[in-house]
């Protein structure tokens, strides 16, 4: 079965947050979780009781004696085989009447997997009941390891150790077997059928430092989820106060869990916090709510409301090949929830979308039937223009290739565009009206497509028409506007063996033309709902339109020049690297803009240049130049380049430019962004171990980590992530200093703790700090993760 799934995180991890902030602190949500999908590997499974009394028991030994039916003593190396269950001792007696095992002297037991060692055991081997005295144990599954005056087994799942430890520390690792941790138990109860342990009057030490006495707590045996108390996260911030996060999480059932996070905020109150997560076989999703009931900085109730939910039918009515719905939900009280309550998904963006929609399929058909609703969260200091709400839209698309040669497509759409007039965009000196919208295009192409060559001739026609509530300022309440276009795309593949460092190739030599010709038509009174200016890169300049969206067509009269070489290794074939250059050529001045926008007179384009170099799988580089030939200098540029050389060792820089607008003025927009993961233990020599994926490379190792995006005009760091990780086999310590801008002049500043027991308390990828790293740097590997489950054969006797 197909289950959700987050880290377990019972009650022994601690996770310390203290923050300075000059507004509210920044914390990751628990929404941030991702939700995984995936079907839950099984471990080789143990055999039955009622299966394991019909297998054969096999003895071995120096000297065997017995009465047949009766008994039988092995004396000297004795063994007794049954099923997954091996019994070793110098001396074994085994009494078949009753099917029991008594062993003395260097008894050990592997029983699929988990072994015991200890000088006595009585055993009922086909039950699995009986105890051990002065046991020592080891858990397959997580490594865990400990010691007991006496276990007494239950059965073949349950065991209760007396006067009990519990560590995955190992012994090679401690020469002196002092563990950096250690759970001790007056009783501690494993089950591994449920997979929990249970241990009461319990202590928990860490390098020296013991609990006081718990009355009672449960862990997870494996890596599976489990009910719980979550880290708790304490804050100490300059608005909020003192704040306390004491999540629980509740494994409902395998396709279903809940997280309860309430936070007391010492200046503000409490807030209420819920996430349910469900998956079925047609339908998952994740409903969270948040609420504070009288907030007293702000002196009014806060609430926040984030859903999602996807569903497929099945069987599928009317003969559809498919047919799929979607919900997403993204609503808060009030404009300010995204400064004050920053552990939400509400920090990543102040446009919150809410969208309900029904995709379809049919043969060469398809279609969409949606409604999209934004909330605008409005900020003084830096207001944004919203969006048009969709209220709502129906598309649908019919796609035909190769129809006696040709491609045809035709889209066809109707749209509700709705706003705050208060907030709408000037057309013509008024706001705009809010209105219908609907459009047909039809693009008829025919190509002719070799080995070496393709040219691709398309004919387009795209009719709209409009309706609106008010009048525009021509006085009109109603408009239309028909638009052919023509374009041809054309191009030519030249190979060659070739040879560069030493390294052969295959290189190509790729030059393309793209023509197109739209006649103009005036569009100037027409509103504009979802239309902006295409960004000016290698995939905008072979494209027929200037804008992206509906509400204006482009007069064209261009001509495309390109050329591009690829590196391919021809062996793999992969491509090693790649250069380009393009320019565009006008015939005749832009008469169709955006309100406000200047028509573009140069007869030559920016030049297009970029780089991409993929020389081994270590290294990556990737640069694109924006040239202004005029002005001889560069308007934009990015170059970008990734080092990973192996596991928890990447680098990525980025350094970006964005010239000033005035061409008078030599100074732009000019940032660099550094994101690392590399190991500290490198630079005294120490390389460490492949212990393979989610394992680390050893104990004792220092991580560096971070991640800076700094403004090089303003000399300012913008955003920023920096910590260290410390792997000490059985723990993992963390310590991130963090600063994220939430506007034009706030900004939060923490640091963060975090305390990890490895295979008994472990984070998920949401909390924090470790989702902090997760989400700012690129190819970041945490130091455990959790694997497959063990077979009982990886330990076997």
């Not at 300010?336 to 920053?342: A, E, G, I, L």
């Not at 020389?615 to 380049?641: A, C, F």
């Amino acid at each position: 079965m197909s289950r959700l799934r987050r880290p377990p995180l019972p009650l022994a991890l601690l996770s310390l947050a203290l923050c300075q902030t000059q507004g509210a602190w920044a914390q990751q949500s628990w929404i941030d979780t991702p939700l995984v999908l995936q079907r839950t590997p099984q471990l080789a499974e143990t055999i039955p009781n009622a299966e394991r009394g019909l297998r054969p028991s096999f003895v071995e030994g120096d000297r065997i004696s017995g009465r047949p039916n009766l008994e039988t003593v092995i004396e000297g190396n004795g063994s007794i085989r049954r099923g997954d269950t091996v019994i070793r001792a110098d001396r074994l007696e085994y009494y078949q009447p009753d099917d029991l095992a008594k062993a003395n002297g260097n008894v050990r037991v592997n029983q699929a997997g988990n072994v015991y060692e200890g000088p006595e055991l009585q055993l009922k081997v086909e039950t699995f009941e009986g105890f051990f005295s002065n046991v020592r144990y080891q858990f397959l599954e997580t490594g865990g390891r400990g010691e007991a005056e006496r276990i007494d087994f239950i059965d073949s799942n349950v065991s209760v150790a007396r006067q009990a430890t519990y560590t995955t520390c190992r012994r090679e690792d401690y020469p002196g077997w002092m563990p950096a941790w250690l759970l001790s138990a007056a009783t501690l109860t494993t089950d591994t059928e449920e997979n929990i342990g249970t241990a009461t009057g319990a202590r928990m030490s860490f390098m020296g430092i013991t609990t006081p006495p718990l009355p009672s707590l449960t862990f997870p045996l494996n890596n599976q989820r489990k009910s719980g108390i979550l880290p708790p996260v304490f804050g100490v911030d300059s608005v909020n106060g003192t704040e306390v996060l004491l999540p629980y999480y509740w494994n409902i059932a395998p396709n279903r869990d809940a997280t309860l996070y309430p936070t007391l905020m010492a200046k503000r109150g409490i807030n209420l916090g819920t996430e349910f997560r469900y998956l079925e076989n047609g339908y998952a999703g994740t409903i969270r709510a948040d609420y504070m009931p009288a907030d007293t900085l702000r002196d009014r109730d806060r609430w926040g409301l984030w859903t999602r939910h996807n569903q497929s039918f099945d069987p599928k009515p009317f003969g559809l090949d498919s047919l799929s719905a979607s919900l997403r939900l993204n609503r808060v009280s009030d404009n300010d929830y995204w400064r004050d309550f920053s552990r939400t998904p509400t920090l990543s963006s102040r446009l919150l979308d809410s969208e309900g929609s029904i995709d379809w399929s049919r043969g060469d058909w398809s279609g969409r039937v949606r409604a999209l609703s934004y909330q605008t969260l409005q900020y003084t200091l830096s207001p944004i223009t919203p969006p048009y709400d969709r209220v709502p839209q129906i598309t649908a698309n019919n796609t035909q290739y190769d129809w006696n040669g040709f491609d045809v497509s035709t889209s066809l759409d109707y749209t509700r565009f709705r706003a705050d007039r208060q907030y709408a965009p000037l057309l013509n000196g008024q706001r705009q009206p809010d209105g219908e919208r609907a459009f047909g295009i039809l693009q008829v192409s025919r190509p002719w497509i070799t080995p070496a060559s393709f040219v691709i001739p398309k004919v387009q026609l795209h009719a709209t028409s409009y309706q609106f509530d008010a009048p525009l300022a021509n006085g009109a309440n109603s408009a239309s506007r028909t638009v052919p276009t023509f374009s041809i795309d054309s191009g030519l593949v030249f190979e060659r063996d070739a040879s560069f460092f030493g390294r052969a190739f295959r290189q190509t030599l790729e030059p393309r033309l793209f023509y197109v010709r739209t006649p103009y038509r005036d569009q100037s009174q027409l509103p504009v709902y979802d239309t902006a200016a295409n960004d000016f890169n290698f995939a905008t300049i072979y494209t027929e339109n200037a804008f992206s969206g509906q509400d204006r067509i482009s007069d064209s009269n261009l001509l495309t020049a390109g050329v591009s070489t690829r590196l391919i290794d021809p062996d793999s074939g992969e491509e090693a690297a790649r250069f380009g250059i393009a320019q565009r050529f006008r015939f005749a001045d832009q008469r169709v803009t955006l309100p406000g926008a200047l028509p573009v007179t140069d007869r030559l384009s920016d030049v297009l240049l970029g780089a991409q170099i993929n020389w081994t799988s270590k290294w990556t580089l990737d640069s694109t130049i924006q040239y202004n030939p005029d002005e001889r200098r560069s308007v934009r540029s990015t170059l970008s380049g990734r080092y990973n050389p192996g596991s928890y060792r990447t680098i990525n820089a980025a350094l970006r430019y964005q010239a000033d607008s005035t061409p008078l003025v030599q100074d732009g927009s000019k940032s660099i962004d550094i994101g690392f993961q590399w190991p500290l233990n490198d630079l005294w020599g120490d390389k460490g171990k492949n212990l393979g994926p989610g394992k680390g490379e050893g104990g004792g190792r220092w991580y560096a980590v971070g991640r800076m995006n700094y403004s090089l005009k303003d000399s300012k760091l913008t955003d920023g992530v920096i910590g260290v990780e410390y792997d000490g086999c059985c723990w993992i310590g963390r310590v991130v200093l963090e600063r994220l801008t939430t506007g034009q002049v706030t900004a939060n500043t923490r640091i963060m703790f975090q305390i990890e027991f490895v295979g008994f308390a472990s984070v998920g990828v949401g909390a924090n700090p470790m989702g902090t790293l997760a989400q700012n740097i690129q190819r970041y590997q945490p130091l455990r993760t959790p694997g497959e489950r063990p077979s009982r054969f990886t330990n076997y006797d």
